[in-house]
């Protein structure tokens, strides 16, 4: 039988709009520093380490050189996950499982030392798709064009999205954008690329992030707040974006369907307290709520019309205030799965769900934006 | 115990200077079909894929994102999918990815792929630069050859190995690669020959360094009750790991011994109770990159002792005929697609344990070790594979 | 015999701007080349180990770090190779790699060896030689970058401490 696994640390920097004092790594320092005293242990106590985060992305071809260090590797069994730090979760939840290790911590960091546009545009294959000019944030704009063309969302409702986000970010001291915006200022803001304005789209963040993990075995010798892993599922999507329906995230619906069974949960937007999803754009978490079952198809502005998913609604989503707060590109989903994780232990200190006791967290790892994005679901639980 | 876990079926490509004929989805396909066909399985019966290369080679980031649905159609059946990139050891990061993917319990049958076109840049050292920090040392130019030109300077300072050893080892490879049709270099090359070769870095000459290739590699893991059911000739896993040394090599300048290697391979060994390497392994594949590495990593990996490397293959130990061949593939000396380097060697072992090893078969092979480094001399992954369950 | 097919190869180049942040630690090891000419590095409060290049933290014993030690402009060769072939974009050859050990560190810097004719790939490895005495040749105009130490060199004998 599989080990069941907890959550049993949470770091994570204030996440910014520059770190200059700081060295690449440090950002991943300081939270896993945070990280472990938070769980009262110490590097020693560590069996395997896994980071994340995209190469090109740093400028630095084998990040894991500096950051595997940076999170308590030296001489231990680590790995990399070329993928948002969701990935890393992920890996070190298999290795757990396992019952191979018993402590692994995981770590992410957003960096502002490349250009995102410039550095995604390369994902894309040289010979057919590159020449048409494709980044993250264009395929991203025509996933959004599409979704509101074909279910005649309007703007306006997406821009419902990023005043409640914005709104929760105030409450977050760790969120880097943290003041709220009007419905105005953001059908005001500056077009990016049809249909999204400035404010439709994340920031760019700096800041670290780190979970610990652990095996059942150990947990309740090193807290007695564990937030447990009950189910947890990911997929990828074809790279083709010509070859699907670009107003669905089937990958997302997949990740979703597989944590839910293994979790036992049918009925998502009734049995869980809250939601952390990565919203690429504002259009994107209407589209998460469809995905993830919140909404049938077509249906997921009426969530954000009816203040459904507000503070205080039904299923909170997003208390953080989400990516469009603070975006760590690279670890934005394992941002996700702490503030989840700090929701459920009551420590969401001024943004805290009262009560929490199942929460989804959602990652996306897409460094091509649209096409090929992977997704991944976790289901959390106090313990 | 955790779940019992066998390699079920290989698939490698003809690796080149630059695979001219087929573009990247194509040549991870040729990877993936091969597997699938050497375990007779079909795409839907694959449950996860883990995926491995290193960024950016290729001239293309992420380019898994481009071959996902070379992998068994990944991305259109929406199946879970992990990409590791760790350097030069991300195939072994990749294999030990597969691995731990089927002891979760989570799934039985993984597909790892791991690919890199390094032929497709201009310039690898160049490439391999941008993993040098740029801060404080990329640029002096470090690249592989420089840091394992102070390997070897440092193992003949300190042991007295001399050209003449590295060039034996060399030769040793060349003759091997002849052996194996998936081989980069195919050419016959003496040690006199090797000791003509043009200097690179001191005392390193052109054929001490690997190539740089185009090429791929699939593995296919399986857990027990599904590895019985697909074939008769499984290579299960009895002991594996990876080490993490640190970054700045100027905090461990003793380059002449390998111990962060002798540490995994401590560390391995007890996992899969071996206590005399020599005599137990049958067969092992390591990363010799570079010929002096081949020496340095035999001490390491307790072949020998710590400077008798050159010894070894002096006496013939590790040739084909030899108690212990080490590399019959050619080994990464003949043959380099960076990040599936790693995922070829664990496969090179896994094909000796199965027996499909064709005119490169060792005879009577029951347990085989792979070898894996990468990240500038720091990392290293270790798998060993057996005839029987462990 | 048939023909071969024409296959056709696609140009790529990647030039993608970065700016890498030096933060408080290499910024202060960089002012101190340009201002000062001297070399410092860090002393982990754990192990006492005296590390170049200067780092935030220490990978052993992950403590922070922030006690600042003045290093010598001298040091012992501990490792060197001699590069003959041209690599695009980098130095031009013959060049040779080296780490020293400066006297007070713990740890090595990575440097280049100048000040010797590396031209002869024959009689080069006799010039250089692991353990040997080296020292910080620096630059006049000093930009605040590893290279305002121009190169290290051999220290005459007579100099030897
Ligand atoms: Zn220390």
Known sequence: MPKRVAIVGIGQTKHEESKGHYMYHETDFEAAKRALDDASLSRGDLDTVIASGWDAIDGRTLSDMHTCM??????KDSSHAGEDGIMALVYAYLRIASGLFDVALVAGHGHREASIDAVTRVVF?????????????????????????????????????????RANGARNPYAHLDSPVTLEDVLASAPVAYPLKALDCPPESVGGVALILAAEDVVRRITDKPVWIRGIGWAIESYEMGDKDLAEIPSLAAAAQRAYKMAGIRRPLNELDLAEVHEATSFHELMDYEALGFAKPGQGAKLIDEGTTEMGGKLPVNPSGGSLC?????????????????????????RQVAGASLALAHGLSAPSGAAAPTNCVAILERG | MARRVAIVGVGLTKCSSHRRDVTYPELVHEAVSAALADANLKAK???????????PFDGVFALERWNVDACVGAGAANMPFLKLTTGGTTGGSTALGGYYHVTSGMFDVVLTVASQRVGETLEAQLVLNTAIDPIYER??????????????????????????????????????ALNNPYAHLQRHLTVEDALKMRMLSWPLRLSDCCPSSDGACAIIFASEERAAKITKTPAWVRGKGQITDNYYIGDRPWFQDWDGLTMLAQRVYKEARINNPLQELDVAELYNAFTIQEIIECEALGFCEPG?????????????GGELPVCPSGGTLCTNPIGATGLIRIGEAALQVMGKADKRQVPNVKTALGHVWGAAIGFHVLMILDKEKP | MTQEEEILIMPGAWNLPFRHTAGRFASRFFRELRDNKKIFGVRCPECRRVLLPPRPFCERCFASIDEWVEVGNQGTLELFTICYVPFLGLPPPPIATIMVKLDGA????????????????DKAPELVKIGMRVEAVWRDERKGEIGDIEYFRPVKSSRRA
């Open chain 2, 308 to 320: 008798k490397g050159a010894e070894l293959v002096r006496k013939g130990v590790t040739d084909m």
């Open chain 3, 106 to 121: 713990d740890g090595c810097l990575s440097h280049i060896l100048g000040g010797i004719d590396l031209s002869d790939v």
């Open chain 1, 326 to 350: 603070a975006n760590l590109f690279g670890a934005s989903g394992l941002v996700r799965a702490a503030e989840a994780a700090l929701q459920l232990r009551g420590d969401a200190h001024g």
């Open chain 2, 45 to 55: 019966d694959i449950d996860a894929v883990v995926y491995g290369s290193m960024d």
């Open chain 1, 125 to 165: 294959d040289p010979l057919f798709t590159r020449p048409a000019g494709r980044n993250y944030i264009i395929t991203m704009a025509m996933q959004a064009n599409s979704y509101m063309h074909k279910h005649g969302v309007s703007k306006e409702q997406a821009a419902k999205v990023v005043v409640k986000n």
């Open chain 1, 70 to 75: 940076a999170i308590g590797g030296y001489l």
């Open chain 2, 139 to 176: 640029w002096m130019g470090g690249g592989a050859i420089t840091v394992v030109a102070n390997q070897a300077s440092s193992h003949f300072h300190y042991y007295g190995t001399t050209e003449e050893d590295l060039a034996m080892v060399a030769a040793k490879n060349y003759a091997c």
